[in-house]
T-cell receptor
Framework: EPEVTQTPSHQVTQMGQEVILRCVPI?????FYWYRQILGQKVEFLVS????????KSEIFDDQFSVERPDGSNFTLKIRSTKLEDSAMYFC?????????FGPGTRLTVL | KQEVTQIPAALSVPEGENLVLNCSFT??????LQWFRQDPGKGLTSLLL?????REQTSGRLNASLDKSSGRSTLYIAASQPGDSATYLC?????????????FGTGTKLQVIP
């Protein structure tokens, strides 16, 4: 059964460093999403992406964040200059047949 | 703006008991509603998906119902087991500016005591 994959599973970085989180959506899906979950809090929508552009973004998704589909398979979330409060679990999702399929998540720890 | 609320926030029951988790949402214009399980520090495990045209879905000991008009869903767990201990998340997929967006509730943390 096709699934969404994410790498790495855990990323540790220093404050101020750039990180790129990678996702491989399900191959025939066209809509892609990023969500985050700060420890102990609820899962929050960050951004949706369709046809190589952002379709919607939340107030969390400021200029420090960017998304890209650099090739036909990967979907990436870049944080340019990480802050302590960016520490969270980041989930990628892709959509097909009115259902979003979630990846296993990347745990980002900013020190 | 869609808001999703889950009650109770935490629940502790003895093994074998049947239980109901509740989810309410403010905007009834939804595509579907999904229940997830999340173990501490882990990802999201999809349990049941109910399309907006459906009233309920069943998988094993789990039954989820949807009343779109009143903005409510329930997850019924029969004959609970210690392995059911986890946080259960309700996620509502709704229309947002031409695209879909999933809004999660804060979850119900379930503990099943042996």
């Amino acid at each position: 059964e096709p699934e969404v994959t994410q790498t790495p599973s855990h990323q540790v970085t220093q404050m101020g460093q750039e990180v790129i989180l990678r996702c491989v959506p399900i191959s025939n899906h066209l809509y892609f999403y990023w969500y985050r979950q700060i420890l102990g809090q609820k899962v929050e929508f960050l951004v949706s992406f369709y046809n190589n552009e952002i379709s919607e973004k939340s107030e969390i998704f400021d200029d420090q964040f960017s998304v890209e589909r650099p090739d036909g398979s990967n979907f990436t979330l870049k944080i340019r200059s990480t802050k302590l409060e960016d520490s969270a679990m980041y989930f990628c999702a892709s959509e097909g047949y009115n259902e979003q399929f979630f990846g296993p998540g990347t745990r980002l720890t900013v020190l | 703006k869609q808001e999703v609320t889950q009650i109770p926030a935490a629940l502790s029951v003895p093994e074998g008991e049947n239980l109901v988790l509740n989810c309410s949402f403010t905007d009834s214009a939804i595509y579907n509603l999904q229940w997830f399980r999340q173990d501490p520090g882990k990802g999201l495990t999809s349990l049941l998906l109910i399309q907006s045209s459906q009233r309920e879905q069943t998988s094993g000991r789990l039954n989820a119902s949807l009343d779109k008009s009143s903005g409510r869903s329930t997850l019924y767990i029969a004959a609970s087991q210690p392995g059911d201990s986890a946080t259960y998340l309700c996620a509502v997929n709704s229309y947002s500016g031409g695209y879909q967006k999933v809004t999660f509730g804060t979850g119900t943390k379930l503990q099943v005591i042996p």
